[in-house]
């Protein structure tokens, strides 16, 4: 799934980087109206979806980390943050699913479809206070048959 632009270590860092802002801010739009999670998490995804850096900084703890999996790349609050440009651009044309997901905590799964591929993946988050201090993603399948 990851394009041949993102081919060796520095490419995966910034691969890594972009997937965590598509896995974040594509979920905006039916996310935010899901009444089943918490605050913080309906505002982190307005705010995704909006590409609202300064709510963003507000939602996330100073040390909050990025953590994905598939990937190995952990992002801090700050390499987060600095991604929002790339996706800004990234995400025309995306179309982007939520429901809830099935894990324990706090869990969304989400199905991205793009004009040439589709992924699905689940996030999970840790709060602190009102605070998003971690968010974990994984992809689950590469397909997002019966989403």
């Known amino acids: 799934m990851t394009p041949a632009l993102f081919s060796g270590k ?19 739009g039916s996310a935010a109206a899901n009444g089943n999670l918490p605050a913080p998490v309906q505002a ?8 609202d850096r ?26 987060f943050l600095d ?5 800004a651009e990234a995400n025309k044309g995306a179309e982007i699913l939520t429901r809830q997901g099935k894990g324990e905590g706090i869990t969304v799964e989400v199905c991205y479809r793009f004009p040439s591929n589709e992924a699905l993946f689940e996030e999970s988050f840790e709060l602190a ?8 993603q994984r992809q689950i399948s590469e397909s997002c048959q019966g989403f």
Do not use: C, F, M
């Open 54 to 79: 300064t709510g963003l900084e507000n939602l996330l703890t100073d040390d909050a980390r990025i953590d994905l999996r598939d990937l190995g790349v952990v992002q801090t609050r700050n390499e």
């Open 44 to 51: 982190w995804y307005q705010a995704l979806g909006d590409v």
């Open 129 to 136: 206070g009102e605070k998003i201090a971690l968010s974990v």
């Open 10 to 28: 520095s490419g995966r860092h910034a691969a890594g980087i972009l997937l965590a802002a598509l896995a974040a801010v594509s979920i905006a």
């Open 83 to 87: 991604s929002l440009d790339a996706w």
